[in-house]
């Protein structure tokens, strides 16, 4: 290995110890602490709407200005147009484990340990964090054993370049200078620096779509482009909102003020949570779906703004505001779903007007009786969300050809025939916490949400597509005359995780004449809901 300063350019991947970084950096850590408490001001955000790209186009259908945000230079001025934006060279780009020991203030400390470490013979980094410098030590490749490593933490601690609390971090190192170079008309010009696009009169463009606030070009942890799109939080929901739940053919502004808080939340809560790639959030369903301006609704925009700053919170804290489309009758614990801790907010729910009435909450009994694409559409007395969404009741059958077929695709092997399939266990909302496939080949498990992926349906187009929820029945299709099974049928109902707010059933309940507030607490137990900032 080569012996190395922290001259580079480089980005962080963290991994899962970044709790540990935390304490040895003397903080305390607590889920969203970034936006944890009230803010004065609406803050801004960061939407990487091109999150990786060796070229892209930026402007504007007005006059524009792209700056080198390292110089302050102008570098393209147009009208009307966009600018080609490419990358055309890139520079070396290398995953490693690397040691991270310590985190000092002193920089007589840093300067002492890099002496004693290269001294050694060891490749060192020091990355700058808060008011000091963490020390990271050693360069491993991802594929090294943890043999090895643990070998090598042992050598470096009897050294005294470490401690007992040292850990190993996953760095991504990028060595040399990525350029990019613009081309607007016979205009060319080239930077190593990321770039600002800013229209003063008209919305900012990328890749051709219209945008609120300023787009920025940069570069993401794998050394290629990533567009981003900077804006206030509130214009940012005027994007997600009619995008996640549209105002046609839902247009109760109760549920779409219930789901700008929900999206305000989520996005408060994860400031920076993709922060090793320049920016704060996706614009898609990984976090929530954002189609910048040309995606917005007065509808939707006057429930943003009848909502502004307004936020659910539990003990103080912004709450994850996970939701879905539709819950199937019955909302999810996120513990049934994931493989997380019991969240107290997080708690299934009946998605019908009159509690547990089973003539309005299918228990799994009336579930699987009335599960046909129609059934319960017409309990109008209860379920919130039936009249809504065609997906609150589906159903799918395979054969034994595509069973094998969609099996042996996610297992990675061939499992052969399928001569039974089982749910092992429930949950007390009606889903499958754990599927068991016998087949010819061996016996198959899965759990939770990831039941979904191993149990895809094939699509009209051949695709083969996660299943729409894990509250389901499954049978074998018996052919009467031979008595043999001929495929699997599965009785569903839902669409989506099921935890949290149910999208349609927010509409149901707005409909139904139920307020925000209520739309909300009903969905997220025990929760405030509160002004962050004006």
Same mark, same amino acid.
């Given at each position: 290995?080569?012996?190395?300063?922290?001259?580079?350019?480089?980005?962080?991947?963290?991994?899962?110890?970044?709790?540990?970084?935390?304490?040895?950096?003397?903080?305390?850590?607590?889920?969203?602490?970034?936006?944890? $408490?009230?803010?004065?001001?609406?803050?801004?955000?960061?939407?990487?709407?091109?999150?990786?790209?060796?070229?892209?186009?930026?402007? @504007?259908?007005? %006059?524009?200005?792209?700056?080198?945000?390292? &110089?302050?230079?102008?570098?393209?001025?147009?009208? =009307?147009?966009?600018?080609?934006?490419?990358?055309?060279? $890139?520079?070396?780009?290398?995953?490693?484990?690397?040691?991270?020991?310590?985190?000092?203030?002193?920089?007589?400390?840093?300067?002492?340990?890099?002496?004693?470490?290269?001294?050694?013979?060891?490749? &060192?980094?020091?990355?700058?964090?808060?008011?000091?410098?963490?020390?990271?030590?050693?360069?491993?490749?991802?594929?090294?054993?943890?043999?090895?490593?643990?070998?090598?933490?042992?050598?470096?601690?009897?050294?005294?370049?470490?401690?007992?609390?040292?850990?190993?971090?996953?760095?991504?190192? @990028?060595?040399?200078?990525?350029?990019?170079?613009?081309?607007?008309?016979?205009? !060319?010009?080239?930077?190593? /620096?990321?770039?600002?696009? &800013?229209?003063? @009169?008209?919305?900012?463009?990328?890749?051709?779509?219209?945008?609120?606030? +300023?787009?920025?070009?940069?570069?993401?942890?794998?050394? $290629?482009?990533?567009?981003?799109?900077?804006?206030?939080? +509130?214009?940012?929901?005027?994007?997600?909102?009619?995008?996640?739940?549209?105002?046609? %053919?839902?247009? +109760?502004? #109760?549920?779409?003020?219930?789901?700008?808080?929900? !999206?305000?939340?989520?996005?408060?809560?994860?400031?920076?949570?993709?922060?090793?790639?320049?920016?704060?959030?996706?614009? $898609?369903?990984?976090?929530?779906?954002?189609?910048?301006?040309?995606?917005? /609704? %007065?509808? @939707?925009?006057?429930?943003?703004?009848?909502?502004?700053?307004?936020?659910?919170?539990?003990?103080?804290?912004?709450?994850?505001?996970?939701?879905?489309?539709?819950?199937?009758?019955?909302?999810?614990?996120? +513990?049934?779903?994931?493989?997380?801790?019991?969240?107290?907010?997080?708690?299934?729910?009946?998605?019908?007007?009159?509690?547990?009435?089973?003539?309005?909450?299918?228990?799994?009994?009336?579930?699987? =009786?009335?599960?046909?694409?129609?059934?319960?559409?017409?309990?109008?007395?209860?379920?919130?969300?039936?009249?809504?969404?065609?997906?609150?009741?589906?159903?799918?059958?395979?054969?034994?050809?595509?069973?094998?077929?969609?099996?042996?695709?996610?297992? =990675?092997?061939?499992?052969?025939?399928?001569?039974?399939?089982?749910? &092992?266990?429930?949950?007390?909302?009606?889903?499958?916490? #754990?599927?068991?496939?016998?087949?010819?080949?061996?016996?198959?498990?899965?759990?939770?949400?990831?039941?979904?992926?191993?149990?895809?349906?094939? =699509?009209?187009?051949?695709?083969?597509?996660?299943?729409?929820?894990?509250?389901?029945?499954?049978?074998?299709?018996?052919?009467?005359?031979?008595?043999?099974?001929?495929?699997?049928?599965?009785?569903?109902?839902?669409?989506? /995780?099921?935890?949290?707010?149910?999208?349609?059933?927010?509409?149901?309940?707005?409909?139904?004449?139920?307020?925000?507030?209520?739309?909300?607490?009903?969905?997220?137990?025990?929760?405030?809901?509160?002004?962050?900032?004006?």
């Amino acid at each position: 290995m080569n012996q190395k300063r922290t001259t580079h350019t480089w980005s962080l991947v963290l991994t899962g110890v970044l709790i540990c970084a935390l304490i040895l950096s003397g903080l305390q850590w607590t889920p969203g602490a970034a936006a944890q $408490t009230l803010v004065q001001e609406e803050p801004d955000i960061r939407i990487g709407v091109i999150p990786a790209t060796e070229a892209l186009t930026v402007g @504007s259908s007005g %006059p524009y200005q792209i700056v080198d945000m390292e &110089t302050g230079d102008v570098l393209v001025e147009g009208e =009307n147009s966009e600018t080609t934006v490419e990358l055309s060279s $890139t520079a070396s780009i290398e995953t490693s484990y690397m040691l991270q020991v310590a985190y000092t203030t002193s920089k007589a400390y840093v300067d002492d340990w890099l002496d004693r470490a290269e001294l050694a013979g060891h490749p &060192t980094y020091v990355e700058p964090y808060l008011d000091g410098w963490r020390l990271l030590i050693g360069q491993f490749p991802t594929d090294a054993s943890w043999g090895d490593r643990v070998a090598f933490r042992d050598e470096i601690i009897a050294q005294g370049l470490g401690g007992s609390d040292s850990f190993w971090r996953t760095m991504t190192i @990028s060595e040399g200078e990525s350029q990019i170079e613009l081309k607007l008309g016979e205009t !060319a010009v080239s930077t190593t /620096h990321p770039l600002r696009v &800013t229209a003063h @009169s008209e919305k900012v463009t990328m890749n051709g779509q219209r945008y609120r606030g +300023e787009v920025e070009v940069a570069f993401n942890s794998s050394g $290629t482009l990533v567009g981003i799109n900077e804006l206030p939080i +509130e214009e940012y929901l005027y994007g997600v909102v009619p995008r996640e739940l549209p105002p046609v %053919p839902y247009g +109760e502004i #109760e549920a779409l003020k219930a789901q700008a808080i929900a !999206a305000r939340t989520y996005a408060l809560s994860n400031l920076g949570k993709r922060s090793q790639d320049g920016y704060d959030l996706l614009p $898609t369903p990984s976090d929530q779906v954002y189609g910048g301006y040309e995606s917005e /609704h %007065p509808l @939707s925009t006057q429930a943003v703004q009848e909502s502004r700053g307004v936020v659910a919170t539990y003990d103080g804290q912004l709450i994850t505001t996970v939701y879905s489309s539709t819950s199937g009758g019955y909302t999810a614990n996120n +513990e049934d779903v994931w493989s997380t801790g019991e969240v107290p907010y997080l708690r299934g729910v009946p998605d019908a007007e009159r509690g547990q009435a089973i003539d309005n909450v299918p228990s799994l009994d009336v579930f699987k =009786n009335h599960a046909n694409p129609t059934s319960l559409r017409a309990e109008k007395d209860g379920d919130y969300e039936s009249d809504w969404s065609r997906y609150h009741r589906w159903t799918y059958e395979w054969t034994m050809d595509e069973i094998t077929e969609v099996l042996s695709d996610y297992y =990675n092997q061939d499992v052969g025939e399928v001569y039974d399939i089982n749910v &092992t266990d429930r949950s007390n909302s009606g889903r499958v916490l #754990e599927i068991e496939f016998v087949t010819e080949n061996g016996t198959f498990y899965e759990q939770k949400d990831r039941v979904r992926w191993a149990l895809k349906y094939v =699509n009209s187009s051949g695709t083969h597509s996660v299943l729409r929820s894990t509250l389901f029945y499954i049978e074998p299709v018996i052919d009467r005359p031979s008595k043999e099974t001929v495929g699997f049928v599965t009785y569903g109902g839902g669409w989506g /995780h099921g935890v949290g707010m149910a999208q349609t059933g927010a509409v149901g309940m707005a409909e139904k004449g139920y307020t925000v507030e209520e739309i909300l607490k009903h969905y997220y137990r025990g929760i405030d809901i509160e002004q962050w900032y004006e």
